[in-house]
């Protein structure tokens, strides 16, 4: 067994905005895992939030883990270990989905096939940061034209207010009349309860199909609150990253994002899958700033899953992976063994 791991920047076509703040080029960490003849591929994407901000953190993290063993476990095994040495899901992400790219390769079976689920068949949402609306009037056309996007996610939740979200969504609105999309909003907890059952109700008037994370991580006391006669369904995700957290906010909320960075691979996200339909909620999966091995990754699991997020491959320039395309407004986990994702040559060899 080798495990070798490989640094990259990653380069986006557009900057994101969020309430929170911009985010620009970034750095991931690649994982290749060897063993017996057969390559599996994984990806960490740094998170502050997720405890290692950066990819150094997240390679010593890995480091430290594997150093206390890893042969003769099963990925079940190996994730639990994980949550009880405080791995930082984000850093711990990049074996964990090696180790089912490796698996899956060794059956001969895509990924998809062996976690048992369908290939998927949803939209992926498109992501559109907070902008001013004459940057959004520029941007959409660039996003839409001669593409197959069937979805755009729009981030709400401006340092400026409310008026300058609905500035922004107006412009939205013009710009894709003459697209057939969707459209669904991330408020990434900028609002507060008041202005989000204003604005719940302002973007119902509108059709928006749903509104994720309206209040900040920590609110959670307000969703009962928001919850009662919503006019549009509610998502939460930065409030909930593992299943255990479901639990508290199920009789609250509509459905639950799933990030494989936040909550440490696929391993845990079939638990939350699970735990998620016990308790009757709808699902989603969504991405951080990653390239296609993650993104292919996350897609084996999207054939289950009500809401498919896996854009961010779409916005690098360049890629430096391959393994997820987009095929009729599909993010498509390839039919070969595998999740499909692999970093590309030129940038390891």
Same mark, same amino acid.
Request: aromatic share 4%; charged share 25%; glycine share 12%.
């Given at each position: 067994m080798k495990i070798t791991f490989y640094k990259v920047r990653l380069k986006k076509r557009f900057p994101l905005a969020i309430s929170r703040g911009v985010r620009y080029d970034s750095e991931n960490l690649f994982v290749k895992y @060897?063993?017996?003849?057969?390559?599996?591929?994984?990806?960490? #994407?740094?998170?502050? *939030?997720?405890?290692?901000?950066?990819?150094?953190?997240v390679k010593q993290a890995l480091e430290k883990f594997i150093s206390t063993g890893i042969n003769n476990f099963s990925i079940q095994e190996l994730y639990d270990r994980s949550r009880e040495l405080k791995t930082p899901p984000c850093a711990y992400v990049g074996l964990d989905t090696a180790l089912w790219d490796w698996q899956a390769k060794k059956e001969g079976l895509p990924l998809y096939k062996l976690l048992g689920f369908p290939r998927p068949k949803t939209p992926t *949402?498109?992501?559109?940061?907070?902008?001013?609306?004459?940057?959004?009037?520029?941007? %959409?056309? !660039?996003? &839409?034209?001669?593409?197959?996007?069937? *979805?755009?996610?729009? +981030?709400?939740?401006?340092?400026?207010?409310?008026?300058?979200?609905? &500035?922004?969504?107006?412009?939205?609105?013009?710009?894709?009349?003459?697209?057939?999309?969707?459209?669904?909003?991330?408020?990434?907890?900028?609002?507060?309860?008041?202005d989000a059952k204003h604005m719940m109700q302002w973007l119902a008037d509108r059709e928006v199909d749903y509104v994720e994370q309206p209040l900040k991580e920590g609110e959670e006391f307000n969703l009962e609150e928001l919850y009662e006669n919503r006019p549009v369904p509610i998502y939460l995700d930065e409030t909930c990253r593992f299943s255990e957290n479901i639990s508290?906010?199920?009789?609250?909320?509509?459905?639950?994002?799933? +990030? &494989?960075? +936040?909550?440490?691979? %696929?391993?845990?996200?079939?638990?939350? !899958?699970?735990?998620a339909r016990k308790y009757k909620l709808k699902t989603m999966i969504g991405c951080m700033s990653e390239s296609?091995? *993650? %993104?292919?990754?996350? #897609?084996? &699991?999207?054939?289950?899953? @009500?809401?498919i997020d896996l854009d961010s491959h779409y916005n690098l320039a360049p890629d430096p992976s391959t393994g997820a395309p987009m095929v009729d407004g599909v993010t498509l986990p390839p039919d070969i063994p595998g999740h499909g994702g692999e970093l590309k040559k030129e940038f390891y060899a």
């Open positions: @060897d063993k017996e003849g057969i390559t599996g591929w994984g990806e960490a #994407a740094p998170g502050k *939030s997720e405890g290692a901000e950066s990819v150094m953190k *949402s498109v992501t559109i940061g907070i902008n001013p609306p004459e940057v959004v009037k520029e941007r %959409i056309p !660039i996003l &839409l034209e001669g593409t197959t996007v069937k *979805s755009l996610k729009i +981030k709400l939740g401006s340092v400026d207010g409310i008026q300058a979200d609905k &500035l922004m969504f107006e412009q939205v609105v013009k710009s894709t009349k003459n697209y057939n999309v969707k459209i669904r909003v991330d408020a990434n907890g900028g609002w507060n309860i008041a508290s906010f199920a009789h609250c909320v509509d459905g639950v994002n799933m +990030k &494989l960075m +936040k909550c440490g691979g %696929i391993t845990e996200a079939l638990k939350i !899958i699970k735990t296609s091995v *993650s %993104i292919a990754a996350a #897609a084996a &699991l999207s054939g289950g899953i @009500d809401h």
